[in-house]
């Protein structure tokens, strides 16, 4: 069993990725019914302003710490086991998993060219790993009918794993409101992930990712979609930060 620390209210997993494909292992092979979340800065500032989003979070099978802000403190509160593990790194690592362990994969999330690239570059470089579906939803909510038609289309290609891309926090309000109708043992949400193993984004060069400075990269690439963002939730984690450790913060700061 893997340690779990409440960062802000959010009970983030301090492990490393083999616990994750251990755990997939046994929820796979038992049957389980579980999802995880991978949480960057990003993700744990939205969820201290929605309380649909903390709710998926805290149901979730498991958090991990998608970001090195993240992974510091971890190892500030004692857990120096843990590690980052992100939707670009775990997917790579479970396919490869999975050639041995013979799960079926379901991608949800993208629009259709990312999926067709996907597919071919997960079949070309896991050439034994079995992907039994595609979907590419419309961006916007779906309607009652419309969810249930995807549920009846995963349930029926049959996966053990459904990895949704659909960024954070989208992918977890779906994996919260779609687990209790989905047979699959585990679902995924990986973010950009599709995209970056698509080949259709770049991900950051490696030196930048262990400095905690990998949202630079992706702000240069899509400045215009994403300052906002990073500004926002990069200024709110310094302020919740500085609060926590200088003992000014009593209460969660979410509202209800």
């Known amino acids: 069993m893997h340690s779990v620390a409440r960062l802000f209210e959010i009970p983030v997993s301090a492990l490393r990725m083999d616990d994750v494909l251990s755990a997939v292992d046994q929820w796979v092979a038992r049957g389980e019914r579980r999802y995880i979340c991978t949480m960057d800065v990003h993700a744990l500032m939205e969820?201290?302003?929605?309380s649909d989003v903390r709710e998926a979070y805290n149901e979730a099978g498991i958090v991990t710490p998608d970001g090195v802000p993240l992974v510091w403190l971890l190892h500030r509160k004692g857990y120096a086991q843990a590690e980052r593990v992100c939707g670009p790194d775990l997917m790579p690592a479970l396919f490869r998993f999975s050639e041995r362990r013979g799960?079926?994969?379901f991608l949800y999330g993208s629009s259709e060219q990312t999926l067709r690239a996907l597919v071919s570059n997960l079949q070309a470089q896991y050439?034994?790993?079995?992907?039994v579906g595609t979907f590419s939803p419309p961006f916007r909510d779906l309607s009652e009918a419309e969810s249930a038609e995807v549920e009846r289309r995963i349930n029926e290609a049959d996966p053990d794993i459904v990895w949704v891309g659909l960024g954070a926090p989208r992918q977890d309000r779906w994996m919260a409101a779609h687990r209790p109708n989905l047979r699959a043992p585990v679902?995924?949400?990986v973010g950009a992930a599709?995209?970056?193993l698509a080949g259709t984004v770049k991900r950051a060069p490696p030196f930048l990712r262990h400095t905690g400075c990998e949202w630079l990269y992706r702000?240069?690439?899509?400045?215009r979609r994403l300052w906002r963002r990073y500004l926002r939730a990069n200024t709110q984690f310094l302020k919740l930060v500085f609060a926590e450790q200088s003992g000014l913060r009593k209460q969660p700061v979410h509202s209800p």
């Not at 969820?47 to 929605?50: D, N």
């Open 47 to 50: 969820s201290q302003a929605a």
């Open 103 to 105: 799960y079926r994969h």
């Open 127 to 131: 050439p034994e790993a079995s992907i």
């Open 187 to 189: 679902l995924i949400g």
């Open 194 to 196: 599709f995209d970056m």
């Open 219 to 223: 702000l240069y690439q899509e400045p």
